[in-house]
């Protein structure tokens, strides 16, 4: 029989000796990037572009983040695309704007970094180094992120299960850099309706395994931009920790994720939403004023 | 690019004609389980054993099920086990054990119907007829349970896309009985971590769709009890109609599903919770005084 | 480390006490179907239309099934289909078109049962009774099927394990009919292209489990027509002990799966193949002379 | 209706303008590594060790390689494993014995390449890369790869799609190189009684949608010694063009993938086989005696 009363919840695999292992229910690491903490009580929304398209493009787009209470910003500036043919990303240029957005809007900036060469320069740029699905078992990547200083966000593969998970997590954290944030973000089911099929068992299931904080994409998670909030309300209910989400200035004119990006009107709607939401499941949202 | 303006947001699969499309967003059928309204602004809780076990355990179940606030009792007569050497239920004495539970406690009550021939006894007894996960492709049982004038609990089956789901409430509903609720229970991934892994896209997703309530199973979901909770409350933030949960009086007791029943003290404190968290997202629960 | 040396090669799950249960190499069940032996050296094809749909389409194609070497016709009176307005089978009117092709060209037939309430006219009918994949976990109808006297063609559900296919067949043995065979048909992954995922790994794996006799139906298992040659061919070098294979006289007119149906000079084709095949890989292939 | 008449078999995809696509029947790319020609009539069995540990086991194990019939070496010096506390790989030692045991055998090696900052080193000791299930979505390292002149050995990722597949092999292409071979390795489904569930589908669509050769891997497909055999005859009768297979001189010794490593007398027994299968399916095999 599975016990309720034990401090730690009974689950089906063994992390003894492993340094993601959550030792008792109080053990939580609070990942702190620029001032802004990830795993206290307070969530954390992090919002922005799939890709930075331009300067303007980043600028609005980062200053709707900003005005309705995202409080990191997100844009990648190296972008996996299933095809060579499709938009590959502004590189350097790209991050250049990231910058440029945090000095405007004083939100610190995640964005991804794919290849060991680029991690300088990622870090140069950026306040939080983003570990995309597709790199999850990158293990050489893992390596390097876990020698920066950074603080890492590392997104569960697409076909990972939870103990790979942890185990890339653990890649990290053994080279000496323990401020990783787990992203849930859909797994690859028979279902194609949605582009992945968000697993929101991972959350308590992470939470009793792990003192890593865990967020949650619900924008990679659905692929619908209508379905985005949905489940992000239940994120926070199931016991996120923050969310991740795509939000365009114009996602008609999106150069990818056109479709599971927010209107800055729906994050606006989102973020009054969560802010009843949040006190109901007892916890709080950590609000611009609060860090800069 | 989808569109946030128009009445139903878009989707993958086209139901033009069918009778479980929606054709706008007020269009909402509410399933009557003696009393009971599933569907409309207040969330339905249904609870109790995995099976019928004895009277005892039933009775015991069933008050504390009332007590904190289910408005439906649920329990099996007629299981379907992996294995014929697993118990299979207690078969015609265990629905004559439910109907006794209905009159001590008022609770309408729901039990899974697996075979034709059994079609007329379990309506005898029962209120609601449940269509287990397997049995969510066995076309001769729905087509009888169109039928019969009971509402359906039709479960989704574990490897059943979101159009196929449909496509067998379809086959009761072309029989004439439009009293259908759909369940989502937790689909086959590659994740074995959990029981099933609860797909709580399909929430929104079928909202969308169809005109006929969701409720969720946090049990079968995750498979294991201190998961329920955490499901469940992320289920109704997802935007569900209610819930469905195992509950037993001594869970280390069950002949089946013992791990992932609640304790009567889990279901009181998650009832709490509930009861803090609906009015969050907008919505009430069926209280046992609005119904008997 | 497992073993090669042992007499039963080492696998992950322990039927022990079960009557599916392999005791050792040389244990093997042959089911006999009208004098159609399978499961010995002599490999079985079993052919014919998805469904019955008329007298001159029922008796053209078992014509061609049995001029090009196939030694058992199957053709569906009940159909199983996704939606309740697809056509059905012709059910009675159905096995009687296949009793009329038996007496005609000699072959035994095999035709689905999908409700226990038609099991007695279905074995006053047909030679061997088929449970297809989506009632591979209707236990009642397992039983049911385990009552009878006609051997059992079992088709493996579309997310079902190794373990829950031999526990299907368990539950047919333990009713006292231990004539069951065992059938691979594919199973659902996040892979699309082909309509299921052919599971050749289950033949190796369920021979070394299981005294049954193990065929392959490459045409649920891929979908495509010209992808079932190559997938029978594979079948047979992966050890399977026959095919099912669906063949149509005229599959552009088919009322269900013509896409996947063999003409007659594909069908044709390919038994010239294995012909060539089965003698590579130690076995032969049962021919009608030996039969009738 | 799909059509068998025409050229081309009729798939799903589009590949319309792709490099990888296959534009006739008779359009096949013959990549050829050191003389050992792959993707001709001829079959290419590729053996070695999962992790090249010693020089007294790669040298030995590199010997039965040669006198079985194996025709290129395969041993990896950098390996990604789940856990970072795992065995990592010989690095620049283990790519010195893959160089020594070829000057001793003859035998061109393949050996796999996990950081871009490796690939030079890499491409100097070995004949062919070796792109990883891993990494088959790391696409800075498909770029990279795609500037060499080595022949590449890409694997299927655990969870891609074939399309997904497809266009990893075209980001090598677009860069240059178009010696690239596709392999085949087992995808990960909810069946866990193998390691993964070997996918020969995608033998004959990718035959038919590209013009690159297309061999399999029953070790990593199976995860079991005793089911490589089966799955290696399998997959030549479904139409791939070479094996490639992991073979140890000690598996009870090996430090990864002791499990699904053949004993050389295991290889042995499993060449003779494939030489009489072969002709039954219209194939040779390479020997050694052809390249050298």
Known sequence: MENT???????NINLAGKLVARKSLSHQTIVDVNGVKIGGNNLVVIAGPCAVESKEQLLETARYVDKYGGIILRGGAFKPRTSPYSFQGLEEEGLKLLKLAKLETGLPVV??????RQMDMVCAYSDMLQIGSRNMSNFPLLKEAGKTEKPILLKRGMNATIEE?????????????????????????FETIYRNTLDLNAVPMLKSLTHLPVIVDPSHGTGHRWMVGHMAKAAIAAGADGLIMEMHYRPEEALCDGNQSLYPEDFHKLMEELRV?????????VHSELVK
């Open 165 to 189: 998970f942890l185990m890339a997590a653990e890649y990290i954290l053994s080279e000496g850099n323990n401020q990783v944030v787990l992203c849930e973000r859909g797994i690859r089911t």
């Open 111 to 116: 964005t991804e970094v794919m290849d060991t």
């Open 277 to 285: 939401l949040a006190p109901a499941v007892g916890r709080g949202i």
């Open 5 to 11: 009363k034990c401090d730690l919840p009974i689950t």
